[in-house]
């Protein structure tokens, strides 16, 4: 039995960090996260964030030298070609950090790699299963407003840019449903964790 690569992926504001800090602290499993990886991207100083001010002007900067992201968030969520160019620039440094976290990690026995863009980005490659934590959209919007301070637009632009939770659901091996309490969460994590095909 080689070792276990789960692929944890799911819609926006889905479940997937309680989900995977849950992984971490309970059952002691490395976590490599595809979000860390993406902003570390764009720090000051990064070819990717030269790559966006050069795009879209200085103002995606805050006066530190940051990304402003919630200003190219709101270019990328309403223009389907913008993102993509964005993703193009971000998808190949988030995979070759990867590749060097998981060659510290090859005695592992299972490792999560945390990754929202999972089928977008066509990361499956990389991992031997994968686990989608899905719940109602409603509860997405909800949770989106409420964590991000988003306005019902701002909320839904993001949701629907992403592809459907449904196509996603279609190619997990695990399907995690996020729409109950944490307790109803976690023993469905830790029942998958048992269950090796």
Known sequence: MGQRIIGLTGGIATGKSTVSDYLARQHQIPVLDADIYARQAVEPGSAVLAAIVSRYGESLTHPDGTLDRSKLGDIVFQQPAEKTWLEQQIHPVVRDRFRAAMAELSAAPIVVQVIPLLFEANLTDQVSEIWVVTCPVDRQ???????????????????YSQMPLAAKVARADVIIDNSADLPTLFSQVDEALQNVS
Not at 141 to 159: H, P
């Open 141 to 159: 919007r909800q949770r989106l407003m409420e964590r991000n301070g988003l306005t019902l637009e701002q909320a839904n632009a993001r949701i």
